[in-house]
C-alpha cells in the first residue's frame, strides 16, 4: 500500500526559533500533499493544500508567513513552523493523494510530527 | 456549506456487541465519503470508502443520500476495534477532506 512518512517524528525547540518538517511519499507520486494540525484529543483541522510545482494553498486563519510550504518534487513536501512559539506546539500531520488512485480524494497519511516549543 | 457531524464523542460497548458510529454530511454536490481508523499511537488510516462498498475488519457502511448519513456498523465488537473512528468527506475539486470530530470507540472484555 501507499506509504507516507514524516521527519522528524518529534522535535524540541526554543520559541524564536524555525523548525522543518518533511513529509515523502515512498511509494508513489504525490501531486497534491495535505497538512494538518492536531490538538489532543481533537480532530484533524487542515492547514493548507500543497500542490506540486505551485504555491500552496491555505486554509481561512492559518497564516502562511508563519507556516511555509514547499512541495520541490512529487515525492517531498516541507512545512517551516518559523519564529516559533509554545503556542504553535501541536502535532503536525501531512497526507499525500495518490495521482494514479481510482479515488480522487483519497488521502495517506503520515504518522505525524509532534512539535514543542519551549 | 460543506460539513461532517459525529454526534457522538464516545461509544462505549461489550466485545460481542452491535456498534453504530454515526455519521452526517452537509455537501451539496455528490458526495465522496470515508471512515479513518486512528489506532493508540498509530497513523491514520483508510477503514472504508463508500464508492468500493467492501467490507473491511467486519465493518460495513452505507450511503444514504436522503439521510446525508454514512454510518459505520459492526454486528460484532471486538476488542481490538478500540480505536477513534473519523468520517470524512471528499470535496470534489478541491481536493479537500473534510473531517468530522471523531468517535472514539472502547470495546470492553
Known amino acids: 500500500g501507499a506509504v507516507v512518512s514524516q521527519h522528524p517524528s518529534w522535535v524540541i525547540c526554543k520559541s524564536g526559533t524555525s523548525v522543518k518538517i518533511e513529509c515523502r511519499s515512498l511509494d508513489f507520486q504525490a501531486t497534491t500533499m495535505f497538512w494538518y494540525r492536531q490538538f489532543p484529543k481533537q480532530s484533524l483541522m487542515l492547514m493548507a493544500t500543497?500542490?506540486?510545482?505551485?504555491?500552496?494553498?491555505?486554509e481561512q486563519g492559518v497564516e502562511k508567513d508563519k507556516f511555509l510550504i514547499n512541495h520541490a518534487s512529487l515525492t517531498l513536501s516541507t512545512l517551516t513552523v518559523t519564529s516559533a512559539h509554545p503556542e504553535d506546539s501541536s502535532f503536525y500531520i501531512c497526507s499525500a493523494r495518490d495521482r494514479t488512485s481510482a479515488s480522487y480524494n483519497e488521502q495517506f497519511f503520515g504518522p505525524g510530527t509532534r512539535l514543542t516549543v519551549l | 456549506a460543506q460539513r461532517v457531524t459525529q454526534p457522538e464523542k464516545l461509544l462505549s460497548v461489550f466485545k460481542g456487541a452491535p456498534v453504530e458510529l454515526k455519521c452526517n454530511y452537509s455537501y451539496s454536490g455528490s458526495p465522496e465519503l470515508f471512515w479513518y481508523v486512528q489506532y493508540s499511537r498509530q497513523r491514520l488510516q483508510l477503514l472504508l470508502r463508500h464508492i468500493s462498498r467492501e467490507s473491511i475488519k467486519g465493518f460495513t457502511a452505507d450511503l444514504n443520500k436522503g439521510e446525508t448519513s454514512f454510518h459505520l456498523k459492526k454486528p460484532f465488537a471486538q476488542e481490538e476495534d478500540s480505536a477513534m473512528y473519523y468520517c470524512a468527506l471528499g470535496s470534489g475539486g478541491y481536493n479537500k477532506l473534510i473531517f468530522g470530530a471523531g468517535t472514539r470507540l472502547a470495546v470492553h472484555p
Open positions: 500543497s500542490n506540486e510545482g505551485s504555491k500552496a494553498t491555505y
